[in-house]
């Protein structure tokens, strides 16, 4: 079965901090995707990231940046220098498959605080 | 850039009522699905369709609900006896059947709240 964890509940960090949202992942395929989505305030969920399990480079994408490591099970995202904007809940995403068509599973989520 | 979009945004019902939640899928894309988030919780899969047909459906899709494309460009989800527990927020997604990716693209949301 597939499973995504996020232990982290909440953070709250001082905005230009660096941050990083953990996320460990259970499945039993060897081909899946893992995913990050933000959701705002607002409440739409917003894409930011897709990985599948054979490209375990690390990507940087501006202030963010992503850790896949297979060894571990994980799919770390960091944001550097933060910033209010950032505050929100982040999701971690599992998806199994070769044809990609299975539902996205969901960790819990993470609430990110960014303070001025 | 095309996108995904719900309405009603903000739904209001009465437990026991019936409500549809509508949709529109990005027009070229193939697969649909619907998921629902409690309030404070995580994203929860409902069901996926596919070429007017349920592909896969989770545990919590019970009789109650129902999927329809009438149109070929909307896509609904019914509730047919709402429960307080269906409050939620409730998104649409849908993707490209062609290729390697697995990119869903998730509508807005609609949130119902059921009293």
């Known amino acids: 079965a597939q499973k995504v964890t996020q232990a982290q509940t909440e953070i709250s960090v001082v905005e230009k901090e660096d941050v990083t949202l953990d996320c460990v992942y259970e499945?039993?395929?060897?081909?899946?995707?893992l995913f990050w989505y933000k959701q705002p305030p607002s409440g739409e969920l917003v894409f930011l990231i897709r990985?599948?399990?054979?490209?375990?480079q690390n990507e940087i994408s501006g202030r963010y940046s992503w850790n896949f490591q297979k060894s571990t099970s994980s799919f770390n995202f960091t944001i550097t220098a933060s910033q209010v904007v950032d505050s929100a809940v982040y999701f971690c995403?599992?998806?199994?498959?070769?044809?990609?068509?299975?539902?996205?599973?969901f960790g819990k989520g993470t609430r990110l605080s960014v303070i001025a | 850039e095309p996108e995904v979009t719900q309405t009603p945004s903000h739904q209001v019902t009465q437990m026991g009522q019936e409500v549809i939640l509508r949709c529109v899928p990005i027009?070229?894309?193939?697969?649909f699905y619907w998921y629902r988030q409690i309030l404070g919780q995580k994203v929860e899969f409902l069901v996926s369709f596919y070429n007017n047909e349920i592909s896969e459906k989770s545990e919590i899709f019970d009789d109650q609900f129902s999927v329809e494309r009438p149109d070929g460009s909307n896509f609904t989800l019914k509730i047919r006896s709402t429960k307080l527990e269906d409050s939620a927020m409730y998104f649409c997604a849908s993707r490209v059947l062609a290729g390697p990716y697995n990119e869903q693209f998730f509508g807005p949301g609609t949130r119902l709240t059921v009293l």
């Open positions: 499945t039993r395929d060897t081909t899946y995707y």
């Open positions: 995403a599992l998806s199994e498959g070769t044809s990609g068509n299975t539902p996205l599973v």
């Open positions: 027009s070229n894309h193939l697969y």
């Open positions: 990985r599948n399990s054979f490209d375990e």
